[in-house]
C-alpha cells in the first residue's frame, strides 16, 4: 500500500459528533505509516470498529461520534510510530503532529505504541493518539480528556484514598441516589469510571458530576502533582467541542 502525506487538505472529509448541543464538525483521523507510504499501523477497517465501540461510552452523554471510512487517512511519518516520552526528540514529535492540517477540533492519531507496551493511549494539548491495539475505551476515554476530564486513582504517588470506606453522597453530590449496594466500597465505585487511570474490566461509566479521589488539577495549561479532592471526571465538566491547540 502506498500513501502520500503531501496531499490536497481541501478535500479533507469531515466527520461530526453528534451531541444534545447540536452537530460539532471535527476532522483529522489519521493512521500512521512508515516514511514510504508502507506498514499502516492497523486498518481502517479497526478504526472503524474503535469508534464504533467508543459511542458505547460515549453516549452516556449524548455524545456519538459519526465516522467514515473516507475520514481516515494514513500519513507516512516512520518517527510517529511509536510515542515514547522518554525519547529525545519526543516534544519535538508532538510539535510536528500539532502542524498536521485540521478542519476542526481534534487530531486523532493511531500509532503502534503510546510510552511503550504498557500505555493504550494519550492526549496531549495538540493531539490525540491511540495504540494500535487499544479497545473503543481508551478512545473514549481520550476523547473526554480533550472534552477536559482528568484520570481519576484510588492511588497515585504518596497519595491514597483506600480509607474511604463505602460510598457515600459526599464523595458524588451530583450522582448520590442512594440506590447502591450497602457494601459498595468507593475505590470499587472509582475502579467502574471511564476516566479511572487505568484499563480494567468494570471501567465505562460516566458520572453527572465530579467524583472523590486523587487526580492531578490543570493549572494554565499544566498538570499539577496529585491531590485528593472532587476529580472533574463527569458530565458537569466534559467541554463540547473537545479541543486541541493550534
Known amino acids: ?37 508502507s506498514n499502516p499501523v492497523t486498518t481502517k477497517a ?12 460515549l453516549r452516556q452523554v449524548a455524545v456519538t461520534v ?30 510536528d503532529m500539532r502542524a498536521t492540517p485540521r478542519n476542526g477540533s481534534l487530531r486523532i492519531f493511531f500509532v503502534n505504541t503510546c510510552n511503550g507496551s504498557f500505555r493504550a493511549g494519550l492526549n496531549t494539548d495538540y493531539c490525540l493518539a491511540v495504540a494500535k491495539n487499544a479497545s473503543g475505551i481508551t478512545l473514549a476515554h481520550e476523547i473526554c480528556h480533550a472534552g477536559g476530564l482528568s484520570d481519576i486513582y484510588i492511588q497515585r504517588d504518596s497519595l491514597s484514598i483506600t ?3 463505602m460510598v457515600k453522597e459526599e464523595y458524588m453530590p451530583k450522582d448520590w ?45 499544566r498538570l499539577q502533582p496529585p491531590v485528593k479532592g472532587m476529580a472533574p471526571v463527569g458530565a458537569q465538566d ?3 467541542p473537545p479541543q486541541h491547540l493550534d
Not at 22 to 27: E, L, T
Not at 69 to 94: G, M, P, V
Not at 179 to 193: A, C, E, G, S, V
Request: net charge positive.
Open 46 to 57: 479497526h478504526v472503524l470498529a474503535a469508534f464504533a465501540d467508543a459511542n458505547r461510552y
Open 1 to 37: 500500500m502506498i500513501c502520500y502525506f503531501r496531499m490536497k487538505w481541501k478535500y479533507l472529509y469531515v466527520l461530526s459528533i453528534v451531541t444534545l448541543m447540536g452537530n460539532i464538525a471535527f476532522s483529522g483521523i489519521y493512521i500512521v505509516c512508515d516514511d514510504d507510504g
Open 66 to 95: 459519526n465516522v467514515t471510512e473516507d475520514s481516515i487517512q494514513y500519513i507516512n511519518r516512520s518517527a510517529w510510530k511509536d510515542l515514547n516520552r522518554t525519547n529525545a526528540n519526543y516534544r519535538q514529535t508532538l510539535r
Open 177 to 221: 441516589s442512594g440506590y447502591y449496594p450497602p457494601d459498595l466500597q468507593h475505590t470499587n465505585l472509582i475502579t467502574r469510571l471511564l476516566m479511572y487511570g487505568y484499563i480494567v474490566p468494570d471501567m465505562g461509566d460516566i458520572p453527572l458530576g465530579r467524583v472523590y479521589g486523587v487526580y492531578r488539577p490543570m493549572v494554565s495549561g
Open 163 to 165: 480509607d474511604a470506606g
Open 238 to 240: 466534559l467541554k463540547r
